[in-house]
């Protein structure tokens, strides 16, 4: 990848609509774009343009291309489409190259055209992310803010999307900075008491080098913890709704998904395979499924049913257990009940407008939400219930910079584990050069995070997942 050629890509969404933006980027930029655009003003910084997309037909281009001397023909140029150009001039751009965007409507064929004429001029097809990786080697943007272009594309909810701006804006990297600092910090005075040991410079005792590395893991520690809940904002859960057949799992999966999703009667066993459908509860994208109710299967379709069922249970973020709050708990619901106990569970009482039994503590000691599908009644304390299951009672939906991609969990890790060996070899009176090497250790990872010292293996690994034109 040459990041000094000029190059072209449709930046908006295959298909058809009212407009389509092809991006030029790079010092022929302006160069290329001038002939294909017949504008009524001159082309500014940051100003958008009013213009046409013009074809330029030479006979004598022709005939020079088919190997004759030609005389000199007039050129002509044929109109192809309305556009509105806009120029962003380095430094002052996304990749800060200098970048003509220019928008046509939104016609395939045009936009392929206009990226064919490009590159007829000279410029190259981008590949995947080639814009933000520019950003990035550039150093508009750190290496987290460049995965976060990505997440934001990507965001499925509004909250997604307001989170993975928060890390575009650099929230991420504002977190770790001071944690970096302090470990630089360290890192520099063992280094002064080993290079100027002859001109008195003090060696660190170890109480306080142990103290500096408590400061430095403690905030790595809290910044670890947030990935559980970092995790399920980005990627979502899945929620497994089971119980015995007629309590009323589709009927409040169709209360959940807002809409006649699943097919409701009052015949037990209606539901024989899995019904699936992925709604926004908080902000939090999760999908729901339906289950087959458990019980002695009366036919083969339905024992493949409920087999299907237990391994949904096995296989949710969180499960439902959804039992009939007007009856008594029955030993299925016992059973049911003792296998959620191990998993992330809720009880659901349902039916609860023909009335509410005593039927004793949910799982785990939970106390139990009771609903009715037919009224509404107890709907919303349920995603109230759920939000609490996914960001837990320490107000984690509050944080802004928390850890949602496994990359940086791992050198979160990476870090720690390094600083745990400083620690030992503290302990072990292990000389100060050789704790040293622990502590670059602990750096690196950081650094690897946001990009201070990525191999290129990481970055194409990164950049091939973002989609071209972006």
């Known amino acids: 990848m040459n990041l000094d050629d000029t190059i072209v890509a449709i930046a908006t969404p295959p298909g058809r609509g009212g407009i389509g933006v092809v991006r030029l980027a790079g010092a022929r930029a302006l160069e290329i774009a001038a002939p294909m655009l017949r504008l009524k003003h001159g082309l500014e910084p940051g100003r958008a343009v009013f213009g046409e997309l013009v074809e330029v037909c030479s006979e004598a281009a ?13 050129t002509q140029t044929t109109r192809i489409d309305e556009v509105v150009a806009t120029y962003f001039a380095k430094p002052h751009s996304y990749t800060t ?24 001029a000279g410029a190259r097809l981008a590949e995947p992310g080639e814009f933000t990786m520019r950003a990035f080697l550039n150093g508009r943007i750190d290496l987290t803010q460049a995965e976060a272009v990505r997440d934001l594309i990507e965001s499925q909810t509004l909250y997604q999307a307001k989170v993975a701006a928060q890390q575009l804006e650099g929230a991420l990297s504002r977190r770790l900075q001071p944690i ?14 080993i290079d100027f040991a002859e ?9 306080t080098i142990l103290g500096h590395i408590g400061a430095v893991r403690l905030p ?16 979502g859960l899945t929620l497994a709704i089971v119980g015995r057949p007629n309590v009323g799992k589709s009927s409040l999966f169709n209360c959940l998904v807002e809409r006649e999703r699943a097919i409701v009667t009052a015949t037990p066993g ?35 049913g409920i087999r299907k069922s237990m391994e949904a249970l096995a296989d949710a973020d969180l499960v439902l257990v959804v039992v009939d709050a007007s009856q008594g708990e029955t ?33 785990g000691g939970q106390r139990r939400v009771c609903t009715s599908a037919v009224t509404g009644g107890g709907i919303s304390e349920l995603r109230e219930v759920i939000l609490r299951h996914i960001g837990g009672e320490t107000g984690a939906q509050a944080e802004s910079g928390f850890l949602m991609n496994v990359r940086h969990q791992g050198l979160i890790k990476d870090s720690l584990d390094a600083l745990d060996a400083a620690k030992n070899a503290v302990a072990g009176k292990v000389p100060h050069d050789m704790l040293l090497m622990d502590l670059y250790n602990a750096l690196w990872p950081l650094d690897a995070i946001t990009g201070a010292t990525t191999t290129d293996d990481i970055l194409n690994l990164i950049f091939s997942t973002f989609c071209i034109g972006k």
């Open 220 to 235: 790595l520690e809290q910044l670890s913890a947030t990935f559980a809940y970092g995790k399920i904002v980005h990627e």
């Open 62 to 74: 022709e005939l020079r291309s088919a190997g004759q001397p030609g005389a000199a023909v007039p």
């Open 270 to 304: 209606t539901t024989r395979d899995l019904v699936s459908e992925t709604v926004a509860i908080g902000g939090i994208p999760v999908k729901l499924v339906d289950t087959a109710g458990i019980r002695e299967a009366l036919d083969e379709a339905e024992s493949i």
């Open 199 to 207: 001109d008195d410079v003090s060696v660190l005792p170890d109480a």
């Open 97 to 120: 190259d200098d970048i003509i965007e220019i928008s046509a409507h939104g016609s395939p064929v045009v936009l392929r055209h206009i990226v064919e004429l490009c590159v007829a």
């Open 180 to 193: 970096k600092q302090k470990l630089v910090e360290l890192i520099a005075l063992l280094e002064a008491g």
């Open 331 to 363: 030993a299925k619901d016992a059973e049911l009940l003792r296998q959620a106990e191990n998993r992330p569970a809720i009880v659901v009482g349902n039916k609860s407008d023909l009335g509410v039994k005593d039927q004793g503590p949910g799982v």
